[in-house]
């Protein structure tokens, strides 16, 4: 399992160049700094289509590719490559988004880890295709207002559950799985660098806010990624071999409606609505917190 890092422990040098193209306030941008930092030298990013190529700016050799659907078809082909040369040594890595995660890639995702490909892949889960227009996806909470799922007379925004690719990716054997925060870099350079020490295929999830399709102002975002950890609207945890561990456990959670509000896309929402989150959210956590530090299955 992993231990948290605090980023001084990692030293002074930066592996990113100062700007890049993303908005501001960007969760994305966060995830591929802390990435970068994490990796250090030897490493190779793969990237396709989505708000990734705002925040290519790692500096590290970088493959993108426009096929929406391919990071794992890429990964999997520069990682035997890399074989190929007797390179192994070099971690094959993707900042891939939701849309290309848990949707439109996932058969490449879930192919690649079948395979137990020798690949990490960070999923920025920013819950909708943001670069192209705000629409939801599979990782969108449900009643967040996208701009296919709009809020008006007949429409209460998405109305379907999240995808737990988390545990998906858990339930088929990879080797290291875990969900993770830009609200707790800790954490997240701990998991990134203990799953850089392993091989095979390698997962990691992080909770990453974007303001302009989530209707807050920029300077929230740690805010808002923050409440969503302490409320279990998203939980941290990992899952390595097949044990389940919770990284963070409060002795109570948050209710969901402080950080839902703070939220333009949920503005509509009324007590109804957010109890029906709020029960889901405490079902799933008291089903994580039954099988923290056991199997998953
Ligand atoms: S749309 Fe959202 S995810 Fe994309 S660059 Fe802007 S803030 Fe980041």
Redesign the pocket.
């Known amino acids: 399992m992993s231990r948290p890092i605090p980023l001084h422990e990692l030293g002074d040098r930066e592996y990113i160049d100062p700007a890049n193209q993303?908005?501001q306030?960007?969760?994305?941008?966060i995830v591929s700094r802390l990435v970068s930092k994490a990796l250090g030298e030897g490493f190779v990013r793969a990237e396709v289509a989505c708000?990734g190529p705002?925040f290519m700016n790692i500096r590290a050799p970088s493959i993108y590719v426009e096929v929406f659907e391919g990071a794992g078809a890429l990964m999997t082909g520069i990682s035997r490559g890399l074989k190929r040369i007797g390179r192994e040594d070099v971690v094959v890595m993707g900042i891939i988004g939701d849309g290309g995660t848990v949707d439109i890639g996932f058969q490449g995702l879930s192919a690649a880890a079948e395979r137990n490909e020798n690949i990490l892949w960070v999923c920025y889960d920013?819950e909708a295709y943001?670069?192209t227009g705000g629409q939801k996806s599979g990782a969108t909470t449900p009643y967040a207002a996208t701009t296919t799922t709009p809020i008006g007379e007949y429409s209460r925004g998405k109305l379907e559950r999240r995808k737990n690719v988390p545990l998906l990716m858990a339930v088929q054997g990879a080797p290291y799985v875990a969900t993770a925060s830009v609200a707790f870099p800790e954490d997240l350079l701990g998991k990134l660098v203990h799953a850089k020490g392993i091989r095979g295929f390698r997962y990691i999830h992080v909770s990453?806010p974007?303001?302009?399709?989530w209707g807050y102002d920029p300077k929230d975002t740690i805010k808002v990624a923050r409440g969503m950890v302490q409320s279990g609207l998203w939980p941290l945890y990992e899952v390595s071999d097949g044990i389940l561990r919770l990284n963070y456990k409060p002795r109570e959670l948050k209710p969901v409606r402080e950080v839902l509000k703070m939220q333009g896309r949920f503005r509509h929402l009324n007590d109804e609505e957010i109890e029906r989150i709020q029960r889901e959210v405490d079902a799933f956590w008291r089903r994580l917190v039954a099988k923290d530090g056991g199997e998953i299955f």
């Open positions: 993303a908005c306030g960007c969760g994305g941008a708000c705002a920013n943001m670069n990453s974007c303001p302009t399709g």
